[in-house]
C-alpha cells in the first residue's frame, strides 16, 4: 500500500513566485575565535551581506557570550535584525540536568529582554535537542509557554559548522587558495540542503514550503554570507523573515519525534521519519571502513571522505521512517505490522549529511 503525502495548502499571493526562504543564524555573539580584524568588524560585513540584499536575518543567543554592554548583539539591533533565546551555556536536552537546562532558558529570556527592551518572541533548542523523553520534552515546551516563546523551527539543517574551523585555520595561515575552495564548498554544500529540504517537503506534504535556513555566527558565513545569498536568490528563492516563514501552516503540524537525534522540521513533523537505528552519520561511518583522510594544508584535525575533499558528492546515508508507518520504501506492507523501520537511500550534497543521522560528538547548532 503507497502513502499518500499529506497535504498542506496555503493560498499563495499572485505577488509572490517562487519559493522562499527564512535565514537565521545561531550562536550569536560570535562563534569561534576573534578574527585579526576583530569580531565587530566581521559582524559588520555579515550584517551589511544581509542588509544589502534587504534580508531580515534572526539571530539567535548564546547568552553566556554576551561581552559587557553586548556590543555586537546591539549592531544586530540597529539593523533591525530580530534576536532569539538559545539558551544561557547551550546545555544538551538529552544529557543535562533537566532544571539547569530549564534556568539557562529562563537566565537567558532575562537578559535578552533587557538588552533588547522588550521580550524576545523566538526560541531555538541547542542542537535541535528536543527532549530524548515525553518527560523532558513537555518540561521545556512548559517553559517556552511560560515564557511565551515559539520554536523557531528548522527545515534546512546541514553541516555548515564542520567547515568552520578549517576555514578559520586556512585564514589564519594566509592560504587563500584553500579558505577560497572552502568558501565554494560552503555554498554548493548549503545549495544541496535546500533542494533536499524541497524534495522532503513535496514529497511529505505534497507541495514546497516556506523553508527556514540554519547557519552560525562564523567567520566563513561572515565573509561567504553575499555568495550564498546571491546563489540561493539565483535559484530562484525570495527572502523572507522568521515570521513570515512561521506562518506557513507546515509548522503547525504535530511534532511526531521523540529521541535524541536534532532533526530539520520536515523529519520531525507528522508522520516523523527519524535516522535508521545505530547510523551516526557520513563522517564517523567512513572513519570506521578507512575511507576517509585527513587535510593537513587545511588543518582539518578530522578524517574526512576523500570525495568530500575534492568537494564531490558523498555516498548516500540511510533514512528511516517511524514503526507507525507501515509501509517500506517500495510501498510493500509490514508484515509485522507497525515495528519494522525501513530505510531509503538520499542524496546528498558535499561535506557532510543532508538526512538526520548523528554527527560526530560536538556539534554546534
Same mark, same amino acid.
Given at each position: ?73 546591539? $549592531? ?6 530580530? #534576536? ?43 542542537? %535541535? ?32 559548522? $564542520? ?50 535556513? #540554519?547557519?552560525?555566527?562564523?567567520? %566563513? ?6 555568495? %550564498? ?84 558528492? %558523498? ?51
Amino acid at each position: 500500500m503507497l502513502t499518500t503525502p499529506v497535504l498542506v495548502t496555503r493560498q499563495e499571493p499572485e505577488s509572490e513566485p517562487g519559493p522562499r526562504i527564512a535565514i537565521t543564524i545561531d550562536d550569536l555573539p560570535w562563534n569561534g575565535p576573534a578574527p585579526a580584524e576583530g569580531r565587530e568588524a566581521a559582524t559588520e560585513r555579515l550584517l551589511d551581506a544581509l542588509a544589502s540584499r534587504g534580508v531580515v536575518a534572526a539571530g539567535f543567543v548564546r547568552c553566556a557570550g554576551i561581552g559587557p554592554g553586548a556590543p555586537l548583539l546591539r $549592531m544586530w539591533l540597529g539593523r533591525g535584525m530580530p #534576536l532569539g533565546n538559545h539558551s544561557e551555556s547551550h546545555r544538551d536536552l538529552n544529557s543535562a540536568p533537566l532544571e539547569q537546562w530549564l534556568e539557562d532558558v529562563r537566565t537567558c529570556d532575562s537578559r535578552l529582554r533587557e538588552i533588547a527592551g522588550e521580550p524576545v518572541r523566538y526560541f531555538r533548542y541547542p542542537m %535541535l535537542h528536543q527532549g530524548p523523553t515525553p518527560g523532558r520534552q513537555g518540561a521545556a515546551l512548559e517553559l517556552l509557554a511560560e515564557l511565551e516563546l515559539e520554536v523557531a523551527h528548522v527545515s534546512v539543517d546541514n553541516s555548515e559548522f $564542520m567547515l568552520s574551523r578549517p576555514y578559520e585555520r586556512a585564514v589564519a595561515a594566509g592560504d587563500e587558495v584553500e579558505a577560497q575552495r572552502i568558501g565554494g564548498l560552503l555554498v554548493d554544500h548549503i545549495l544541496e540542503t535546500v533542494r533536499h529540504a524541497q524534495d522532503v517537503a513535496r514529497r511529505k506534504v505534497g507541495r514546497d514550503v516556506d523553508h527556514i535556513l #540554519l547557519l552560525h555566527a562564523t567567520l %566563513l558565513v561572515s565573509d561567504h554570507m553575499g555568495a %550564498l545569498l546571491d546563489a540561493l536568490a539565483a535559484e530562484g528563492f525570495q527572502f523572507v523573515s522568521l515570521d513570515e516563514a512561521l506562518r506557513d501552516p507546515v509548522y503547525r503540524l504535530p511534532d511526531g519525534h521523540t529521541g535524541r537525534t536534532g532533526l530539520s522540521w520536515l523529519y520531525r513533523m507528522i508522520p516523523a521519519e527519524p535516522a535508521c537505528p545505530g547510523s551516526t552519520g557520513w563522517n564517523r561511518r567512513h572513519r570506521k571502513t578507512g575511507n576517509g583522510i585527513t587535510s593537513r594544508r587545511a588543518g582539518f584535525g578530522k578524517r574526512w571522505n576523500e570525495a568530500a575533499d575534492k568537494g564531490s558528492t %558523498l555516498p548516500s546515508v540511510p533514512v528511516c521512517t517511524q514503526p507507525h508507518d507501515v509501509t517500506g520504501p517500495r510501498g510493500e506492507r509490514d508484515p509485522a505490522g507497525a515495528r519494522t523501520s525501513y530505510c531509503a537511500a538520499r542524496k546528498k550534497g558535499p561535506v557532510g549529511r543532508q538526512e538526520p543521522t548523528a554527527l560526530a560528538r560536538g556539534r554546534q547548532a
